[in-house]
């Protein structure tokens, strides 16, 4: 399986932005997917995952301002990033996990800033 990960940028606070993860192989629809983000100098952390079932979680710190998705149809995996902050800057990272199976995606830049 492969993972690219797209749509990141340069966003001023308060802005939107939509990221998006295509997945090769067939067994996207069974896998959960996750969001991943990287700021600078820190460790990396869970940002929001959706089950196969389309369960969702999110962190405490994205909580009613990002939504994630899937479309099983098109093997790809959103998140929809609102009400965005200078502290959400970091390198967002799409993951796959399937049994014991784990693959991520090359990450893309989002930066919050005026």
């Known amino acids: 399986v492969q993972l690219q990960a797209s749509g990141g940028g340069l966003v001023q606070p308060g802005g939107s932005l939509r990221l998006s993860c295509a997945a090769s192989g067939s067994i996207f629809s069974l896998a959960v997917m996750g969001w991943y983000r990287q700021p600078p100098g820190k460790q990396r952390e869970l940002v929001a995952q959706i089950s196969s079932s389309g369960i969702t979680n999110y962190a405490d710190s994205v909580k009613g301002r990002f939504t994630i998705s899937r479309d099983n149809a098109k093997n790809t995996v959103y998140l929809q990033m609102n009400s965005l902050k200078p502290e959400d800057t970091a390198v967002y990272y799409c993951?796959?996990?399937?049994?014991?199976?784990?693959?991520w995606g090359q990450g893309t830049l989002v930066t919050v800033s005026s």
């Open positions: 993951n796959l996990r399937y049994r014991g199976y784990e693959q």
